[in-house]
């Protein structure tokens, strides 16, 4: 479990790959430096497990599954990417809860300056924007933001300028690809309420059956 606050990132310095996957390896000097092999760090809002680590260096498993369904699989040498380990119990909660299983990838859409500010127009399928509100919030490369617009296509954010100096949103222009995670929440009310809408059109046909309406 992570909450989407980035604490910095890091550089892939190779990708092998391999049957049913590949290994990624980066640099991360902080996360390194705290990381034990079997501990779990999101990259791009990706949850992975560290399976070794030397000095400042650390690798990863990546599957088939993740390559294709990710923004991983385009990943090249040289390339920063969001790092977060995950919580533990003395950890500050400061974003939303982020379980790193990264729901599908967006497309950037259109970036509009607003002062020191940016907005980003983020192009998303309906399985992210049927859990998007305004003001709620989503998972960006891991980085946990709100949204400011539900769109049909997808949604806006604002990035001010300390997420885009710290992350790779800072970067990223149109037509990039960027991991969405919805809130977690979200999904849990949404499956509650369809069940009761499925209970309730039940008893209604059993009313309707009965002749009692």
């Keep these: 479990m992570f909450t989407g606050l980035i604490i910095g990132m890091g550089e892939i310095t190779a990708i092998k790959r ?4 590949a290994v990624l390896f980066l640099k991360a000097d902080e996360t390194a430096l705290s990381a034990n092999i079997g501990d779990s760090i999101a990259i791009n809002g990706v949850c992975l497990t560290a399976v070794s680590k030397k000095d400042n260096l650390i690798s990863f498993d990546l599957s ?7 923004n991983l699989g385009s990943l090249k040498t040289g390339d920063r990417v969001n790092l977060e380990p995950s919580l533990t119990p003395d950890s500050r909660i400061g974003g939303h809860f982020v379980t790193g299983h990264v729901d599908s990838a967006g ?3 259109a970036k509009k300056n ?5 907005k980003i127009e983020i192009e998303a399928p309906s399985k992210i924007t049927d859990y998007l509100v305004e003001k709620g919030s989503v998972a960006v490369d891991g980085i946990s933001l709100t949204v400011v617009d539900v769109l049909k296509d997808g949604f806006t954010i604002i990035i001010i300028p300390h ?3 710290l992350t790779t949103i800072g970067f990223k222009n ?3 690809t960027v991991n969405l995670e919805a809130d977690i929440l979200g999904k849990y009310v949404a499956k509650f309420l369809n069940k009761e809408k499925d209970k309730d059109a039940g008893f209604m ?3 309707r059956k009965e002749g009692y309406i």
Excluded at 18 to 21: L, Q
Excluded at 64 to 70: A, I, K, N, P, Y
Aim: charged fraction near 35%; hydrophobic fraction near 30%.
């Design 107 to 109: 497309k950037i859409k």
């Design 18 to 21: 391999r049957s049913g996957g």
């Design 205 to 207: 046909k059993t009313l």
């Design 114 to 118: 607003l002062g020191d500010m940016v």
């Design 174 to 176: 149109i037509g990039d």
């Design 64 to 70: 088939d599954e993740t390559l294709r369904s990710t």
């Design 163 to 165: 997420t885009a100096k």
